[in-house]
């Protein structure tokens, strides 16, 4: 069965700095990852996934995740984090063995401080 | 952009009371999904409906729980007898291809008494 660990609940990071939201998976089959990420009383919102090919994923508002088979990780990153950038962010995994079923991981709040 | 909706956005009940959420899903869409997001805690895999059939249901999704999708548009997921336990954030989801890509809707935030 698929499973997805995040392993820091909470990442603070200064505004203009770099920012990591780390994510690891363990699947029997080939994986496809997502990244989403929650704003306060909001819903899911899809930020980028890979599926198959190139390992550097660029998703929306200048996210990337590089997929490491591996190290089994898919790590979120940003060159330069905005204030706004604070929010939880999901890591997600499917396993193209088992059906349809997205796992999600415990999620990382992600503070970014002015 | 097109989005999935979902109604109400609160909703307060009694335990052993019935509710029905619903969502509107991405017209173009085949694939339906319902999520649930306890306070605090991770985003849970309830059930997933192609067809007018379920495919794939989690063990939380016991004899308690039903969807269905009525008419063309809507897409629905009912709690016969809430308990305590329910009280969360449920989240309708839907995919145009086969297991990739979901759109959350904006969730419903359940609360049992």
């Known amino acids: 069965a698929q499973s997805v660990a995040q392993p820091e609940d909470q990442v603070n990071v200064a505004e203009g700095n770099p920012l990591t939201v780390k994510c690891t998976y363990s699947?029997?089959?080939?994986?496809?990852l997502f990244w989403y990420v929650q704003y306060p009383n909001r819903g899911l919102q899809f930020l980028l996934k890979?599926?198959?090919?190139?390992?550097l994923v660029k998703g929306s508002y200048g996210f990337e995740a590089e997929f490491n088979k591996s190290q089994t990780s898919f790590h979120l990153k940003k060159p330069s984090a905005l204030v706004s950038d604070s929010a939880l962010y999901f890591c997600?995994?499917?396993?193209?063995?088992?059906?349809?079923?997205?796992?999600f991981g415990p999620g990382t709040r992600l503070s970014v401080l002015p | 952009e097109p989005e999935v909706t979902q109604t109400p956005s609160h909703q307060v009940t009694q335990m052993g009371q019935e509710v029905i959420l619903r969502c509107v899903p991405i017209s173009n869409h085949l694939y339906f999904y319902w999520y649930r997001q306890i306070l605090g805690q991770k985003v849970e895999f309830l059930v997933s409906?192609?067809?007018?059939?379920?495919?794939?249901k989690s063990e939380i999704f016991d004899d308690q729980f039903s969807v269905e999708r009525p008419d063309g548009s809507n897409f629905t997921l009912k709690i016969r007898s809430t308990k305590l336990e329910d009280s969360a954030m449920y989240f309708c989801?839907?995919?145009?291809?086969?297991?990739?890509?979901?759109?959350f809707g904006p969730g419903t935030r359940l609360t049992v008494l």
């Open positions: 989801a839907s995919s145009e291809f086969l297991g990739l890509d979901r759109f």
């Open positions: 890979y599926i198959t090919g190139d390992n």
């Open positions: 699947v029997s089959g080939n994986p496809y």
């Open positions: 997600a995994v499917r396993d193209e063995n088992y059906g349809q079923n997205f796992v």
């Open positions: 409906f192609y067809n007018n059939e379920i495919s794939e």
